[in-house]
């Protein structure tokens, strides 16, 4: 007993690490500033820029209820989430390259490719996330998983703030493109650094395999399994409203300088902004979490989007954006893994790979909603976007108090767990 505490005290530092250098690499390339602000420099369309969340998320979510169909076929998750992480930050060292080379003389060129590769990163790491989330679940003890990913985010966010520095400096002081070159560069050096702390986790208990449902017959085990847990179809309502609400994310760094006429150097304001306030929600939150369940978490965030969808709506100074980007570094830091924290204590250990590619295949199309976002901007302007994304996350809101918490559920059902 003391050796697998030993085990799994070991394991949580090291994930600890990994999670803060590789979180820290998303100050330098983020798709709610970082990436809107790059697809503009390169001649993107506001529908250009309303697609990224949609393939951020989109490309990473779909393919998991597949890939989440294969996760129990072998004993150990760790050879996979090796070699997945070589390919997915792979694809990181090709965008900065695309962009050294592309970016001053053929942007429709690097806009293409950057896209192209942005794609090819998101499914990489959509594939894997199951297999990813499932090792997590095995290293760890589940009484500390909250704690866990909250720290690795507001660690993550911490070290990021320090980047975001180095990226504002980068755009300030260098021209277009190899300040946008050198900061992809630096971030595909921190999420490698990451995957070599990653290696020194210790997976030392085999999982009991189960041969893939066959892909002829997983729709109906989607559905037989859906149909069975009401709390998890209601749960399933609030994510889809709640995630047409993010839809605004993508255009508050783009609506902002356009009102202001900001320079290139509120990109890094922006994502410092945004880290900062990572450091100090994520933790907390985390710990939150661990005591009171994980629904808290996502309650305060789905309050966060209407409020900034709201001031963005009514910002008539630059420092207003100031307050939104802190709405949304709160987000961006807590949601989605919470998302996956609450659905793991919903499912049982053998369903949960299936649950949580369940969960994020269904929001996966809801994020088309940005691309929708980017041809309503064009025709109607940003606040019509803003308006939409606060009405959105206050439905999601709604939805989401009425969900049952499953601690709660399960010490109902076993007393002697309290």
């Known amino acids: 007993m003391n050796t697998r505490r030993s085990v799994t005290s070991t394991n949580f ?65 760790k050879p996979w989430v090796i070699i997945s992480a070589i390919a997915q930050r792979s694809m990181i060292f090709l965008m900065a390259v695309v962009i050294a080379l592309f970016g001053g003389t053929l942007p429709s060129l690097a806009l293409l490719l950057f896209f ?12 894997a996330a199951p297999n990813w989330y499932d090792f997590v679940v095995k290293t760890t003890h589940p009484l500390q998983r909250g704690r866990l990913m909250g720290m690795r985010s507001a660690s993550g966010a911490l070290l990021g703030f320090f980047n975001s520095l180095i990226l504002a400096t980068l755009l300030t002081y260098l021209s277009f493109p190899m300040n946008y070159a050198l900061a992809f560069f630096l971030a595909f050096g921190f999420q490698f650094a990451s995957l070599m702390i990653q290696r020194n986790i210790v997976e ?20 037989e399994t859906v ?38 150097s509120f990109v890094g304001f922006f994502t410092m ?22 629904r808290v978490s996502l309650v305060v965030c789905a309050a966060a989007m209407a409020a900034a969808s709201i001031l963005a709506l009514v910002a008539n100074h630059p420092a ?22 609450f659905v793991s204590d919903m499912a049982s250990n ?5 649950y949580i590619g369940i969960m994020n295949a ?11 976002g980017g041809w309503i901007s064009d025709q109607f302007g940003y606040n019509v976007v803003f308006i939409l994304g606060a009405v959105f996350s206050l439905v999601g809101l709604f939805i989401l108090t009425r969900v049952p918490d499953p601690r709660a559920r399960k010490r109902m059902m076993h007393p002697a767990t309290r």
């Open 13 to 77: 530092r090291y994930h600890l690490i990994e999670g803060a250098l590789y979180f820290s690499s998303f100050a330098l390339l983020n798709f709610q500033v970082v990436f809107p602000a790059l697809v503009q420099r390169l001649g993107g369309s506001n529908i250009a820029i309303g697609s990224l969340p949609m393939m951020n998320y989109l490309c990473y979510l779909l393919p998991q209820v597949i890939s989440a169909n294969y996760v129990m076929m072998e004993p150990y998750r």
């Open 204 to 223: 030392d208990i085999p999982s009991p395999t189960e041969r893939p449902v066959p892909l002829s017959r997983l729709a109906a085990k989607v559905i």
């Open 362 to 372: 269904w929001s996966a199309p809801f994020f088309l909603s940005s691309l929708i």
């Open 116 to 127: 192209l590769l942005f794609i090819l990163n998101q499914t990489v790491a959509g594939i």
């Open 227 to 264: 149909k069975s847990d009401a709390a998890f179809r209601r749960f399933l309502l609030a994510v889809g409203f709640s995630v047409i609400g993010l839809m605004p994310q993508g255009f508050f760094t783009v609506a902002a300088f356009k009102r202001f006429d900001l320079p290139d």
């Open 350 to 354: 053998q369903s949960r790979p299936l």
């Open 320 to 341: 207003w954006f100031f307050i939104i980007f802190s709405f949304v570094g709160l987000i961006f830091g807590v949601e989605l893994i919470t998302r996956h924290n």
């Open 273 to 294: 902004t945004m880290l900062a306030s990572q450091v100090i929600f994520a933790g907390v939150l985390g710990w939150i979490a661990d005591l009171r369940g994980h």
